[in-house]
């Protein structure tokens, strides 16, 4: 599924990047503002223009097929230095392919969003490392939260717990699935706010990033499925025989359409602000072409300050991007391992006493 | 043809997906105002039910720039 997702997202950006070269060379090459291209994946890492050209370029792992048949695992440095081993040849395209015939498989090079990936997991790991240290030491357990550090991430953790956890998980399993909810809110935060910084890449801009986490998210939900969760899925309790034949199929499609919907949503937000942003400051050179330069700085002034509130935004959409994610994967977890069939009749007389005499 | 169907997709999915959201936070407020101590609770449950229609939305803006982009002729 991600492999498919991946060559849809790729052929997207193909044709964007080769749609904005065929207006490229209408007018002046360097004039061009390439707006996919600057959301898009590449295999070089953006540094301030006066380290190493502004590209730092990343190492190529190719898993291919040459063509007497037999499958190896090549790892070049850059992709300039796969063109000077000979084995690969550059198409007209821009792809890679072997030089002596066969195909690549699968290609597992590290691209600039994979960095940033990383870069996220890396913090949400160390700064919850160095958390639990503290805790470890008693600060925090025996004497309150000391620090801005502290109290920011308890307030934060506490947050996911009770709010997001137990609220929508049943009592006694929530805590299980906290690490896993905590990993992804911080995770998703941090990429989605590195997106701001000037010369990073949002990862989560990326389908194939989110289609990943979204997938974990499937996986985890499919494997805390309780018997109840089966059971709706594939014989509908206390409905006839004949709707069951309409609801499996509807049912079995939406155990998909829900980790599809959660990808979908959070690329197409990161996306949309990028792209949002990129338009509106664009929208200067448009009117510079149009009208002129007086009409220019007239909408620069416009342009500008609506980027600087667009910032902002951006900024809170990435932090409630993250918490919807989070706050939707605890729902489906939550509804997969719900423990009781609520179908059957006088069951809220029968387990409400008891509820209420285990609270 | 294809940036004619797209513009006009996306003017459509914005309609559906501001009269959506437009409608939850009415209902939002309006429940606050009444019930101010479950003003947490209804905003969740706002948030919620917002980030569903935003995700019908989202997927036909997805559509129209795939549109846009003549993915598919």
């Not at chain 1, 089966?230 to 199929?249: E, K, Y």
């Not at chain 2, 169907?5 to 999915?13: D, E, L, R, T, Y």
Request: contains cysteine; proline residues 3%.
């Amino acid at each position: 599924m991600v492999q498919t997702l991946r060559r849809v997202f790729l052929t997207l950006l193909f044709l964007s990047i080769s749609t904005s070269n065929t207006f490229a060379s209408e007018q002046d090459e360097a004039q061009v503002l390439d707006v996919m291209g600057t959301v898009a994946d590449h295999n070089y890492f953006k540094v301030p223009g006066f380290i190493n050209g502004g590209k730092i370029y990343l190492p190529r792992i190719f898993y291919w097929e040459s063509a007497e048949g037999e499958s190896k695992l090549s790892a070049y440095l850059s992709t300039k230095s796969v063109l000077e081993s000979g084995e690969f040849v550059e198409t007209e395209e821009g792809a890679l392919v072997p030089a002596n015939g066969g195909h690549i498989i699968v290609d597992l090079s590290i691209t600039s969003h994979l960095i940033y990936f990383w870069m996220g997991m890396l913090l949400a790991l160390v700064l919850t490392v160095m958390a639990a240290g503290r805790y470890k030491r008693g600060i925090g357990r025996t004497v309150e939260p000391q620090g801005a550090f502290q109290n920011m991430f308890e307030v934060l953790f506490v947050f996911i717990r009770d709010d997001v956890a137990r609220d929508n998980i049943d009592h006694h399993k929530a805590d299980r699935y906290v690490p896993f909810l905590f990993t992804m809110f911080m995770g998703i935060s941090f990429m989605n706010l590195f997106g701001l910084l000037p010369w990073a890449a949002t990862a989560t801009a990326d389908l194939t990033v989110t289609a990943t986490l979204a997938f974990v998210t499937f996986v985890i939900t499919q494997f805390s499925g309780t018997k109840d969760y089966w059971a709706h899925i594939f014989w509908f309790p206390g409905v006839p025989t004949w709707v069951r034949v309409i609801l499996t199929p509807v049912e079995i499609l939406g155990m998909f359409t829900k980790p599809f919907a959660l990808a979908i949503r959070l690329f197409a937000n990161m996306l949309s602000g990028k792209i949002m942003i990129i338009a509106i400051l664009g929208l200067v050179f448009i009117f510079a072409d149009l009208f002129g330069a007086g009409a220019a700085y007239g909408v620069g002034i416009f342009s500008v300050s609506l980027t600087v509130v667009l910032y902002a935004l951006k900024a809170f959409v990435a932090l409630l991007q993250a918490y919807i994610f989070t706050l939707l994967s605890a729902v489906f977890i939550g509804m997969a391992a719900e423990d009781h069939a609520h179908s059957e009749e006088g069951y809220y007389t029968e387990h409400s006493a008891e509820e209420v005499s285990a609270n | 043809m294809g940036l004619l169907a797209a513009g006009i997709g996306a003017g459509i999915v914005a309609l559906g997906a501001g009269l959506g959201i437009g409608m939850i936070g009415k209902a939002a407020t309006e429940s606050i105002a009444r019930q101010p101590e479950a003003s947490g609770d209804i905003r969740g449950a706002m948030i919620l039910t917002a980030a569903f229609i935003e995700g019908v939305a989202l997927l036909g803006a997805v559509i129209c720039i795939l549109l846009a982009l003549g993915i598919g002729q």
